[in-house]
């Protein structure tokens, strides 16, 4: 599990639950322990360092087959930086560092396990996009830097998707929207979301793990809502 925000630590809790043979590993910029009674291993990572990838790599090697890896990092607002309601908002620097996070995060961190990857077993990688990187589903506009990044995810594990197709035929490459999620993240956009609409983190876990369950490789590379259903690009 990579990222250990609200999701991701729910995402191993519930994994813990529901395969407690499964070895797990839960990487962080800031890692804590989970608050789980099962072993977790914790590592640091940060997406945004390639030395940091590497040594993730370093660590997992001559592990157990990787089986699962979800991305669940995500940047959409610090003290610094604030979603864009119009034009004049956007800035270079906040375009380059949602990027680097939203859309080259997950790509590289795919690259640097790939020489981990089994061929002979199945593996699935899923990510953590969201509905706002849908281009097809944007009626409202704004939030720039974060719909593009998204975007731009969506479009690169697609398109590894369709490698991956080729050479790890057993591998499945998901998009996820985990749906608005009561988390750090969102905390400052929550007040109009109507509370049925507002999942906790452990819900909004559960929720991915079962889309994630009835996934196969033939469906590898597609966008999907927490409920199951595809979002358009």
Request: proline fraction near 9%.
């Amino acid at each position: 599990m990579v990222g250990g925000g609200g999701i991701g630590r729910a995402l191993v809790a519930d994994l813990a639950e529901r395969a407690p043979a499964l070895e797990l590993v839960m990487t962080s910029r800031s890692p804590q322990p989970p608050d789980l009674a099962t072993r977790v291993r914790v590592l640091a990572v940060d997406l945004a360092t390639d030395q940091s990838l590497l040594g993730l790599r370093e660590s997992l090697t001559g592990g157990a087959p990787l089986r699962l890896v979800v991305c669940c990092a995500g940047l959409l607002h610090a003290p610094d930086l604030q979603p864009e309601k119009r034009l004049a908002q956007v800035r270079r620097s906040a375009l380059e560092r949602s990027f680097a996070v939203n859309a080259f995060g997950p790509l590289l961190l795919a690259q640097a396990l790939e020489p981990l990857l089994p061929r002979d077993l199945p593996f699935h990688f899923a990510s953590l996009s969201a509905r706002v990187g849908s281009i097809g589903d944007n009626r409202l506009g704004g939030w720039y830097a974060y719909r593009a990044a998204k975007a731009a995810q969506n479009q690169l594990l697609h398109t590894l998707a369709l490698e991956w197709r080729r050479r790890l035929p057993l591998a499945c490459v998901s998009l996820m929207h985990p749906g608005t999620t009561a988390t750090s993240l969102s905390g400052p956009f929550q007040g109009s979301v109507p509370p049925e609409r507002l999942f906790s983190p452990r819900r909004a876990a559960s929720q991915l793990l079962d889309v994630l369950e009835r996934l196969t490789p033939e469906q590898s590379g597609q966008f999907w809502a927490w409920d199951g259903q595809p979002i358009p690009w």
